[in-house]
């Protein structure tokens, strides 16, 4: 079964083929992709394969499969390409999309820990010593007020009777979709064990931003701009109110404090995850993907005093914490050589430029949320429509 809406997508990096997250082979999925209200006009990935080797001179193979539900094709793949790396981005990535109703909840699930089971199966299956890096999510740890700062992935604990102990940090997710990346990353902790499975998970922050240095190369590159309240992400989403000159929509008090990256910091983090691997027997790597941390409502008042909008209080859709503190670990990333790009109004004004450019695509009925955690926070924002 393939199912349609999400990117659905595996790539496969081959030795000496790497540099950067943009090139090399890969396979995938996306049907459909054109029905989500996305800003910019829909390139398929064979034009975009096309527009990268134009401007790069560098081929990319494309491969369409389903990693859910094909599984001898993902075999035969792998068995084919032999990669060094595989870049797991197979899942529905998106928080709302995944609590709209029952069904969307079932997909998500199916999709991404199907998907994630398969692939691990299928590296173990085809005996290529592939390293599977994986696009976690920083909404694995949950976003409580504890209190201090989250290390990356593992903490020391004292097991009752006493014995210290070093563990996957608890899961406490705030949605299916984060669940589902809580449950991935039981499965690689099993098949890390079991199989000696070499595994990478990226516990990624919020992405923002429209270009990478290499997209940026040429507008068939420019990668999808999700400004609707099922996909599209919150600064992004700011980006585009400020834009359209309608009020931004924060959620609640705004005082949920969230981490960021920019998306040129997202491709280069899973570059240098590529390039620094676990050694066979090693645990699962685990990186926390972030550049920093802000409270909603202060990324807010960054675009409303740069765009001259107001700003909309509105009941929120999401059963989470009203305020949240968040400290967060990045130094594995920064010591291997990132230097992050925080919030900064230069780059808004490139994503505003392209906004600003697109958006006469904007379907303004899309702004308001349309997807409620539970049926009490539905009755509390029905009067949004
Ligand atoms: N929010 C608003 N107004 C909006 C949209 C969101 O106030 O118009 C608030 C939400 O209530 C939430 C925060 O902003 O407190 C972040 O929302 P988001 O939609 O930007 O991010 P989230 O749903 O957490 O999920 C997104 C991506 C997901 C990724 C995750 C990183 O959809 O793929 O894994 O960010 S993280 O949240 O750090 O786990």
Redesign the pocket.
């Known amino acids: 079964m393939k199912l349609g809406f999400f990117s659905i997508d595996l790539r496969v990096h081959k030795k000496h083929d790497v540099p950067t997250a943009e090139s090399s082979h890969f396979a995938e999925s996306n049907e459909n992709i054109t029905n989500t209200p996305n800003l910019f006009s829909h390139v398929t990935l064979q034009v975009r394969v096309q527009a990268w080797k134009e401007v790069s001179g560098k081929d990319m193979k494309f491969v369409n499969l389903d990693v859910a539900n094909e599984y001898d094709l993902l075999v035969q793949l792998i068995k084919d390409e032999q990669p060094d790396s595989i870049v797991h981005f197979a899942e529905q990535?998106?928080?709302?999309y995944s609590m709209k109703t029952s069904k969307t909840k079932r997909y998500t699930v199916d999709n991404n820990v199907g998907g994630s089971n398969n692939l691990c199966c299928a590296v173990i299956d085809s005996e290529v010593d592939a390293h599977v890096v994986h696009l976690?999510?920083?909404?694995?740890y949950g976003?409580g007020t504890s209190g201090g700062e989250i290390p990356e992935g593992y903490i020391d604990v004292v097991l009752p009777g006493g014995r210290e102990a070093n563990i996957l940090h608890p899961a406490y997710p705030?949605?299916v979709?984060?669940a589902t990346?809580c449950l991935d990353a039981l499965l690689f902790q099993f098949y890390q064990k079991n199989d000696a499975l070499r595994v990478t998970d990226l516990?990624?922050?919020?992405?923002w931003g429209t270009n990478t240095p290499q997209t940026i190369k040429d507008e068939r590159l420019i990668n999808r701009f999700d400004y609707d309240?099922d996909?599209?992400?919150?600064?992004n989403?700011?980006l585009m109110q400020g834009a359209m000159g309608v009020p931004?929509?924060?959620?609640?008090t705004?005082g949920?404090t969230?981490?960021f990256i920019h998306i040129t910091d997202t491709a280069r983090c899973i570059e240098i995850a590529i390039n620094n691997p676990p050694a066979s027997g090693e645990r699962v790597e685990i990186f926390n993907q972030?550049a920093e941390t802000r409270r909603?409502r202060d990324v807010?008042k960054l675009v409303a005093d740069q765009t001259g909008v107001d700003v909309n209080m509105?009941p929120?859709?999401?059963f989470?914490a009203a305020e949240n503190e968040l400290d967060v670990a990045n130094r594995k990333f920064c010591s291997l050589g990132l230097d992050p790009i925080t919030l900064d109004e230069a780059l808004f004004k490139e994503v505003t430029e392209v906004v600003n450019k697109y958006k006469h695509r904007c379907d303004p009925t899309k702004i308001l949320?349309a997807s409620f955690w539970n049926k009490k926070r539905a009755e509390e924002c029905a009067s949004l429509d």
């Open positions: 990535r998106a928080a709302p976690g999510t920083m909404g694995v976003y705030g949605s979709y984060h990346k516990h990624q922050g919020i992405v309240g996909y599209g992400t919150v600064l989403r700011f931004l929509t924060v959620y609640g705004g949920q969230r981490a972030v909603v807010a509105l929120n859709p999401r989470e949320p």
